[in-house]
């Protein structure tokens, strides 16, 4: 936990921002997966974490916008929980590390909002994404689960984003945490990626340095020679000579920041020639699109560089042809790269997702496009010191897609089939990196992970 200071500045900003009524934000409870007792790794809500900094299960706080007051609920640990979970300091004082004085029970919040809704006061609330809070929300609020969506408070989502967006010195350093954890995740993950290995093997193993040096992974990793299914969480093959292999994976820091990077190496640890040509012109992407980035530019503008740099290569490798900036425009290149250049990232590894992509990664001014491809863009908005994002671009050969692209006729102009039907064995590179946006341009965050085909190829030769 930060000191309180953070979290009183951080309620104290939230004030500044909302005109009226209560903010209700109600922690995580434990989570069955096979039976009541036997629950998932207990991760706190990320709202309530940044608000009142405490991780305890079944806690929620509420800030009072009429009378500048804030509370935090929970239950004392009784008799029973302190045999089989050991003593646990009083929420009184656990509220005092957050820098609130007004601790209540948690059995007393249903009267609390009960007594605010009869006073026709409003009760903000963000978007639950979990059932048990849903539930509780329904009942503490009186309102059926399926009436829980419309009445969100845009106010509190809006108010929300813009203090998380930009990140503090805290969160930074945090974030470098994990970077640092992913580096030790990803540089395992190359040397082991030799023919004959089954790529369990390497997810387990790397899933084992997130636990043993943070916390747990922050996310599903992605990882395999199928990397040209994007969120590929099987991890079933054995690695063969002549395919790259795709590791999208990060960490949870202690005070659950994240990290999310992506590399794809070739099995055993040497490029081929098409392997190379391809991988580099993702690398060049990736590289001019973090060259790029500076605030008052729009992330949207970085990801159309990005697939320029994306046409331009595979025009060279004779996969693709015509006018490149027409070809973007038209959204041939999408065929190659069907997903967006990146997105914020926080404690959160996409952050704030479950308040609205729309909120967190467009404006007034930046509409989200609607085509495909383009559309899957989580992040579009002008960015801004203090903004955590990352770069991801890729290159895909999906042969299903390529055979839809193909049988609509789509972008003939721009695109030779012919060619592409010989890479629909090749698979798919991803090359992922966490950056903040500083005042005068931007910083890549952690220790520098390979990436260039030469450093991987002399990290891999270590793991022969
Ligand atoms: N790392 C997975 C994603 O960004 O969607
Ligand atoms: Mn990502």
Known sequence: MFNKDVYIERRSKLRNEIK???????GNVESPFNYPANTYHFRQDSHFLYFFGLKNPGFAGVIDFDNNKEYVFGNDFDIDDIIWMGV???VKDLAKKAGIDNSRPYTELSGFISEVVNNGRKVHFLPPYRGETKIELSSLLDLPVSELDSNVSVELIKAVVKLKEIKDKYEIVEI???????YEMHTTSMKMAMPGVIEQKIAGTIEGISLALGGPVSFPIILSQDGQTLHNHNH???LEIGRMMVTDGGAETQECYSSDITRTVPVGGKFNKRQAQIYQIVLDANMAAIEAIKPG?????????????IVDGLKGAGLMKGDTKKAVETGAHTLFMPHGLGHMMGMDVHDMEGLGENFVGYDETTKRATEFGNAYLRLGKELKPGFVLTVEPGIYFIPDLIDKFRNENL?????????VETYKDFGGI???DDILVTE???RVLGKPIPKTIKEIESIMAEGN
Request: glycine share 4%; proline share 2%.
């Open 20 to 26: 009226s009524g209560i903010a209700l934000f109600l």
């Open 88 to 90: 646990q300091p009083k």
């Open 176 to 182: 470098e945490k994990a970077v640092d954890i992913a």
């Open 236 to 238: 079933d093959n054995v």
């Open 297 to 309: 530019l729009k992330y949207r503008d970085i990801h159309f560089l990005a697939a320029e740099i």
């Open 411 to 419: 972008h003939t102009d721009y695109i030779n089939y012919d060619v």
């Open 430 to 432: 991803r090359i992922e």
């Open 440 to 442: 005068t341009g931007n």
